[in-house]
């Protein structure tokens, strides 16, 4: 039976305003399987490369109510607080600027919304859907340095309580998400959809310019990485382990991206003949890229938060190019190990890694083949996004 389901995530993008796109696939998924979907997000992220210039419109199939809301300068800027609160105000009144809902999920780059949600539910006796993507407030507690008992560490603790508590279903895109319900005393099921691959795009990948493949080395073993450089990334000990490989001739580091951090490495290692920089390129030709590697290689920083696992979509890009995938991870839920397409080492760790190269370096073409097609194997199967709205779909 059709629905009508709303997702509300302040940060859901789309092709025709930028990232992020989770969303947007699972609901166009969702509306190619007769159902009508309503993304609820805001006029304003630091995310959008497109600001949106109507309040309501309709991408593909999918209705766009996109609240308006403040204006903000970078991720960390504080006025985003505000922005997450006026949102959640504003969410209790979509009852009269949308049809009724049947399903509706509430995602979680901030959990304020799920009580307007919960209120809207109840009165429309609609299903109640609450997908943890960031957890809130342990990740501004152990990344971030804050104290447990800061006021707004303790009403966002409310918050995450009152909807693991009070929602019907429980998603998340991490896939040892359990453990953290264990730890708060609270037994229920966390249905793991993780984030994955739209195949439609990836079938499609656009050749790069001559003038980009005249710059990647010929005859040498790419260890490569593309996406943003910067401190997430951890991009750092994976530089200081291509040091430890110089005696390696035939092996090269290359970075496809940009970021805070590029111009910094690119000066620190300006002198290294192993490591090599490059330009980001589109979106739809960073297949094209990977195509070209030997090895990719993704990394993490060595936190505690990271139990609970992790859901990059640069791996599932990864693994759908049936690359070998270097994994600097030391958290839960490796799909890499799960998905025995490639070797996972110690997170920012460069002497592990360095190992980690030298192990892949010295396996045979078909070995690395095999893991490569386990990789894209797997993630066809478990990680498209078609696979991933059917998943979402039984939960109504």
């Excluded at 710059?215 to 430890?244: C, H, M, R, W």
């Excluded at 030391?330 to 890499?336: Q, W």
Aim: proline share 3%; aromatic share 12%.
């Amino acid at each position: 039976m059709s629905k009508h389901i709303w997702i509300i995530n302040e940060y859901a993008g789309s092709p025709k305003h930028g990232m992020e796109f989770r969303h947007y696939y699972l609901a166009k998924e969702l509306v190619g399987r007769g159902h009508k979907v309503t993304i609820v997000s805001s006029s304003y992220s630091h995310l959008f490369a497109n600001l949106p210039s109507k309040q309501c419109e309709t991408i593909d199939g999918i209705d766009y109510l996109f609240i308006k809301s403040l204006n903000y300068g970078m991720a960390h800027d504080k006025k985003r607080v505000l922005k997450w609160l006026l949102f959640m105000i504003k969410v209790l009144f979509l009852r009269v600027k949308i049809a009724k809902a049947d399903v509706i999920m509430v995602s979680s780059p901030s959990p304020f919304p799920i009580v307007p949600a919960w209120i809207i539910a109840k009165f429309s006796k609609a299903k109640l859907l609450y997908e943890v993507r960031d957890i809130w407030p342990l990740s501004l507690i152990e990344l971030g340095g804050f104290k447990a008992t800061h006021p707004f560490m303790r009403l966002m603790a409310w918050f995450e309580s009152f909807a693991l508590k009070h929602s019907d279903e429980i998603i998340s895109n991490l896939p040892n998400y359990k453990a953290h319900l264990s730890e708060l005393g609270i037994e229920r099921t966390a249905h793991w959809i993780s984030n994955g691959v739209n195949l439609e795009e990836l079938s499609f990948q656009e050749p790069l310019e001559n003038a980009f493949l005249e710059l990647i080395p010929k005859d040498k073993f790419i260890v490569g990485y593309t996406g943003t450089i910067g401190l997430s990334n951890a991009l750092e000990s994976f530089l200081q382990s291509a040091k430890e490989l110089e005696s390696f001739n035939d092996v090269i580091f290359v970075i496809v991206g940009e970021g805070q951090l590029k111009a910094d490495f690119m000066k620190q290692y300006e002198n290294s003949h192993n490591i090599l920089f490059l330009p980001s390129v589109k979106k739809a030709q960073v297949g094209s890229v990977l195509a070209l590697f030997d090895v990719c290689f993704i990394g993490w920083l060595d936190e505690k938060l990271y139990r609970f696992g992790t859901s990059a979509n640069k791996v599932f890009d990864y693994m759908y190019s049936a690359k070998p995938i270097l994994h600097a991870f030391s958290g839960g839920g490796d799909v890499v190990k799960i998905a025995n397409c490639g070797v996972s080492v110690k997170a920012g760790d460069k002497n592990a890694i360095a190992y980690g190269v030298k192990k892949l370096y010295a396996m045979s073409k078909g070995e690395r083949a095999n893991l490569g097609t386990n990789g894209k194997k797997y993630v066809i199967e478990h990680f498209s996004y078609k696979e991933l709205a059917l998943k979402l779909e039984k939960l109504f």
